[in-house]
């Protein structure tokens, strides 16, 4: 595979198959992590950990052990059991290292586990045919993607804070108007490549 | 015979994952007050939320703290119930003497 290839795999990842504005995937911690900057942040962080090393173990997973083992379907099984640990792993890190991050967090962190987009991208390594390296940039720019729409919804969210908006819209209605406009314009993407 | 592989391999990798899991606790252990592990583990440990806190955990440090009440947690069972209360009151009369001291 090609660096052009490559670095085309990484656009398509980052922008054009966002997950969350076109792929639709990881919307609880998108709505619900995202009244403050640095807990949107912080969140996205640890997004980017579980997917990236949940990538590389599931992918070495299938084609080491399941594939051989000539048991594919139990690729789901295996994949939840991996991402769990995973996410308990990072659960107890950012407990020791940030007890800030760790509150600010809360209940999201541990449902990490049910965010679909760890899953999904798991998932989609496999359904994709990916090989080493175009394993590591997909699931190395998702999460990327992810990140950076969370900090940009986030931002949003804080200067509608401020703003005037009809007692009927304030919260999280509004914040799914910002969510379906921010799609719109991600959606108009498509069109680069 | 066929169906005793695939157990074997998931149950080899969750083993794995679990001494994972162990190695981490272990490295990355964090201090914590023994009085709300001790309140923790008279708790259900059913994380069901119907106290209003997110977990045990936050429940057991609502309890200490005295923002909260025993009969908050709907699935306790009477007996337990009993005893975390003695314990409490054991806690805060021990904390009272000391800081009448």
Request: aromatic share 8%; hydrophobic share 55%.
């Amino acid at each position: 595979m090609s660096i052009s290839a490559l670095i085309s795999l990484a656009f398509t990842a980052l922008i054009i198959e966002n997950v969350i504005l076109t792929q639709f995937l990881g919307i609880c911690p998108f709505l619900g992590v995202s009244k403050k900057r640095s807990s949107a942040v912080g969140m996205g962080m640890a997004v980017v950990a579980v997917i990236l090393l949940a990538g590389i173990i599931t992918w070495t997973l299938y084609h080491y052990v399941l594939s051989p083992l000539k048991m594919e379907y139990m690729q789901t099984i295996v994949f939840i059991l991996v991402i769990a640990a995973l996410v308990q792993m990072v659960e107890l890190i950012v407990k020791k290292i940030s007890p800030a991050l760790y509150k600010a967090l809360g209940i999201y962190l541990p449902l990490i586990t049910t965010n679909c987009a760890v899953l999904g991208v798991a998932l989609l390594n496999i359904r994709k045919d990916f090989g080493f390296a175009e394993m590591l940039v997909y699931s190395l720019f998702i999460p990327l993607g992810f990140l950076l729409v969370i900090t940009i919804f986030s931002m949003l969210r804080e200067k509608i804070e401020m703003a005037p908006v009809p007692k009927a819209f304030k919260g999280t209605p509004i914040a799914l108007v910002v969510a379906a406009i921010l799609a719109m314009i991600f959606s108009r993407f498509g069109g680069l490549i | 015979m066929d169906i005793l592989i695939p157990a074997l391999v998931l149950g080899a990798i969750g083993f794995v994952l679990g001494l994972l899991i162990n190695i981490v606790s272990k490295y990355f252990h964090v201090e914590e007050d023994h009085r709300i592990e001790k309140i923790e583990e008279m708790l259900p440990k059913y994380n069901c939320g119907a106290c209003g806190y997110a977990g045990c955990h936050d429940m057991a440090i609502g309890l200490l703290n005295k923002k909260s009440i025993v009969s908050q947690c709907k699935p306790i069972k009477e007996e337990a119930k009993v005893a975390l209360m003695a314990h409490l009151d054991q806690l805060f009369k021990a904390e009272k003497e000391e800081s009448n001291n």
